[in-house]
């Protein structure tokens, strides 16, 4: 399936790095989410765009900088990462006011800090 | 306390099985439930809705209880191929955010 896409699908990165994970849907969609899955816990959500605006920021450290161009992509700016964020981070999409609230995950970018 | 808590497991039935999961939810404003499927190493996927009236589809079939906040999975004749792990999912009305359960692992041998 390639409704929801993410690249790369695996990154290795030093503390010091700056790197972007990339995600495109082509589902039509006007949401779009990511979210951080490690080892045995539950999907955490980090970020939700909806209509290109963020809508919800979790939380989550300065380290991590989401960038919404158009309805259809999305980017996490990553620098000066630390090795607990070592994760699986995954992209989603959905339609929301459809009155479906499925939402759409991409393959996932598997990221490693040493 | 969680907002979505399931059985870890894992689960290991044989072919053939009938085996029920169980999920419990803290909020009692979530208006949305699901089952969402996660194979090793992949993206989870929508297995399926849940109705307040319960609802199967094929082989599995979904309960919720709105007064017990408890949502269950129930997956008969079991094939290799459930083997997975099942992600319990809740949202509040109008809204997109999704709570996800941790997930509970199921391994189907033959």
């Known amino acids: 399936e390639t409704g929801v896409t993410q690249t790369p699908r695996h990154l290795v990165m030093g503390m010091t790095n700056k790197k972007s994970l990339k995600c495109e849907q082509h589902l039509g969609h006007n949401a779009m989410y990511w979210y951080k899955q490690s080892a045995k816990k539950p999907l955490e959500l980090m970020f939700v765009y909806s209509l290109e605006e963020r809508v919800e920021n979790n939380s989550v450290p300065s380290r991590f900088s989401p960038e919404c161009p158009n309805s259809s992509h999305l980017f996490l700016h990553l620098h000066t990462l630390q090795p607990e964020d070592s994760a699986l981070y995954l992209c989603?999409?959905?339609?929301?006011?459809?009155?479906?609230?499925?939402?759409?995950f991409g393959p996932g970018t598997r990221l490693t800090v040493l | 306390r969680k907002e979505v808590e399931q059985d870890p497991g894992p689960f290991n039935v044989p072919e053939g099985a009938t085996v029920a999961f169980n999920c419990t939810y803290s909020n009692s404003a979530s208006q949305s439930f699901f089952w969402y499927r996660q194979d090793c190493r992949k993206e989870p996927k929508l297995l399926m809705s849940v109705y307040s009236s319960g609802n199967e589809d094929g082989r599995f079939t979904a309960q919720l209880n709105r007064a017990s906040q408890y949502i269950s999975l129930l997956i008969r004749d079991s094939k290799l191929s459930d083997s997975a792990t099942y992600l319990c999912?809740?949202?509040?009305?109008?809204?997109?955010?999704?709570?996800f359960g941790a997930g509970t692992r199921l391994a189907v041998h033959p």
């Open positions: 999912v809740v949202s509040e009305r109008g809204y997109n955010k999704l709570i």
């Open positions: 989603a999409s959905s339609q929301p006011g459809t009155g479906q609230n499925e939402q759409f």
